[in-house]
């Protein structure tokens, strides 16, 4: 028997996935659909699928990435809002072994009700990329892993670490919440029609137990720190209109629980004696860990200073 070399089996997948490129795409949607079956295969393998996992898969297309996942696993459920699409990954399965397990969900990824699944994997229509993870990570119960495919500058936001140029509050967030590695490069001329940006696949491991942190509350501090990330965070925290918004939050939160507004109170005064409680004055958020934003958000909430 022949061996079965890498290049010999991209020839016998490349024409069951080209069998797909009827429709044509609607790069409005983000559509456009993943061809090299190596890179699709690839994806998959790095979910480590286990024969009992039912997976969710954002935005299948025309199922390149599904029919190598099916055989895998004991169930899919695959969210595609174009019903073209759709009509075209039905068919592609009709009467394969694999049908019965293949479930479609027509319609908009974000207005969807998501069923249990304990694995995602998605080739992610790069629009709706943040809303996508974090209606993932807010998910109940939770899931085991996510594979999914981003835009290179949006990936490398999610894995950003302090110091970096591209460390945000998506980062910061989204590493609240889950473990994130880098785990491929995917170059343009993968994908039909090629996008006029190139990609990568990120792993997205929920923390499980997430962490006991109001989600909301610690946002709205990182507004504020990430607004101007180089400054210093006394210099973020002395703008008035942070200062109005924290005051009203105070005085709403002293209500709330009967307690009375100091007669001399000054939310300025109250922020810097925050800060330098905790030696923070001169910190700057591009350059703070996970660690510092915590810190300070009990300080503050310790203080009855809220951002919610």
Do not use: W
Not at 80 to 95: C, I, T, W, Y
Not at 243 to 256: F, G, P, R, S, V
């Amino acid at each position: 028997m022949p061996k079965l070399t890498a290049k010999t089996a991209k020839k016998t997948t490349a024409t069951e996935d080209m069998r797909a490129f009827g429709p044509i795409f609607n790069k409005d949607l983000g559509q456009h659909i993943l061809k090299n079956p190596l890179v699709a295969q690839g994806i998959v393998d790095k979910a480590n699928l286990i024969s009992s996992d039912t997976v969710l898969e954002i935005g299948p297309g025309t199922g390149n990435l599904t029919v190598r996942i099916l055989p895998a696993c004991k169930k899919v459920y695959a969210v595609e809002m174009d019903p073209r699409l759709a009509a075209e990954l039905q068919k592609r399965v009709h009467g394969t072994s694999e049908q019965k397990k293949l479930n479609i969900l027509l319609g908009d990824f974000m207005k969807t009700d998501l069923p249990y699944f304990d694995v995602c994997i998605s080739n992610t229509p790069y629009q709706i990329s943040s809303v996508l993870v974090f209606k993932l990570l807010e998910h109940r119960p939770l899931f085991r892993v996510a594979i999914l495919m981003f835009q290179r500058e949006f990936a490398l936001r999610l894995v950003a670490k302090p110091g970096d140029e591209l460390y945000c509050r998506l980062s910061v967030n989204v590493q609240l919440l889950a473990k994130v590695d880098h785990v491929m490069k995917v170059g343009k001329n993968n994908f039909r029609p090629p996008p006029k940006v190139e990609s990568s696949v990120v792993r997205l491991e929920p923390k499980n137990p997430p962490p006991p942190v109001n989600f909301k509350e610690f946002d709205g501090l990182l507004r504020i720190l990430f607004t101007r990330k180089h400054k210093t965070f006394s210099a973020n925290f002395k703008q008035t209109s942070v200062l109005d918004i924290l005051e009203q939050n105070y005085k709403t939160y002293c209500a709330a629980h009967e307690m009375m507004v100091e007669p001399d109170f000054d939310m300025k005064s109250k922020v810097v004696n925050v800060l330098e409680s905790v030696n923070m004055s001169d910190k700057r958020a591009a350059k703070c860990d996970l660690d510092d934003f915590l810190n300070l958000l009990l300080a503050f909430n310790t203080a009855n200073i809220h951002f919610s």
